[in-house]
């Protein structure tokens, strides 16, 4: 901060740094997740889910893509969506509600963006899959 500049020293000034760390966590969570479920939904086979999954988790940094790599490949095959699908809102939910805690904001609106969000996403990305994945194999 510099002397003159409108800058807050409150607390919602400093928690900026956390809004944004908590934003990037669930856009990593949705982009490896999107990755996952839209090559599931293209096929039931493990090779490309798990190849897609592991470039996915290796770009996107194994602390946010973890839950949903493994969330696809540990159940059945006719589990693996959903499945992945409800963690990652589990965990979507989990970090709305803690950034809205720390920030002094109302949590039941925030995790409710979140998840609804991320439920959109993930939904749109599982039908493109589902759709291309039909037309090209």
Do not use: K, Q
């Not at 770009?59 to 493994?70: D, E, K, N, Q, R």
């Not at 991320?118 to 039908?127: E, I, M, N, S, V």
């Amino acid at each position: 901060m510099h002397p003159g500049e409108p800058h807050s020293g409150g607390t919602a000034g400093r928690l900026n740094w956390l809004r944004a760390v908590v934003l990037g966590a669930n856009d990593g969570i949705v982009s490896v997740a999107g990755i996952v479920i839209g090559v599931a939904g293209a096929t039931t086979a493990r090779g490309p889910v798990f190849t897609a999954g592991l470039a996915g988790l290796v770009a996107g940094a194994v602390s946010m893509a973890l839950l949903p790599l493994l969330a696809i490949l540990l159940p059945p095959a006719a589990l693996r969506v959903p499945v992945t699908f409800a963690a990652v809102l589990v965990a979507l939910a989990l970090t709305g509600a803690l950034s809205a805690r720390l920030g002094g904001s109302n949590v039941r609106r925030a995790v409710l963006r979140v998840v609804i969000g991320g439920a959109l996403g993930l939904a749109f990305t599982y039908g493109v899959g589902h759709l291309f994945g039909t037309a090209i194999g």
